[in-house]
Nanobody
Framework: QVRLVESGGGLVQAGGSLRLSCAAS????????MGWYRQAPGKQRELVAE???????NYADSVKGRFTISRDNAKNKAYLQMNSLKPEDTAVYYC????????WGQGTQVTVSS
């Protein structure tokens, strides 16, 4: 019923920036929270950033000061502005939506070259 589509990933050099977008569609009554997670090769999926319906945010320590999560509630979209990218940020980034149940997008690849 709920579909999430991520976009904005790509290849960027260290120090560069990318902006990820997540568009949610379908039967959405209310959104408790949206978030961005990432999974690097050989590692478990980890929380990058999340934002509640009230606007509260939470970030992984590794991205604090560099990444910013935001939402457009009217459009059911979430964004992740990524600045000062590092090779360690290379991963598949997934959008998550929580509305009673949790929904995941298919992911978008972010590759940061050194």
């Amino acid at each position: 019923q709920v579909r999430l589509v991520e976009s904005g990933g790509g290849l960027v050099q260290a120090g560069g920036s990318l902006r990820l977008s997540c568009a949610a569609s379908g039967m959405i009554f209310s959104i408790n929270a949206m978030g961005w997670y990432r999974q690097a090769p050989g590692k478990q999926r980890e929380l990058v950033a999340e934002i509640t319906s009230g606007g509260s945010t939470n970030y992984a320590d590794s991205v604090k000061g560099r990444f910013t999560i935001s939402r457009d509630n009217a459009k059911n979209k979430a964004y992740l502005q990524m600045n000062s990218l590092k090779p360690e940020d290379t991963a598949v980034y997934y959008c998550k939506l929580v509305s009673g149940l949790a929904y995941w997008g298919q992911g978008t690849q972010v590759t940061v070259s050194s």
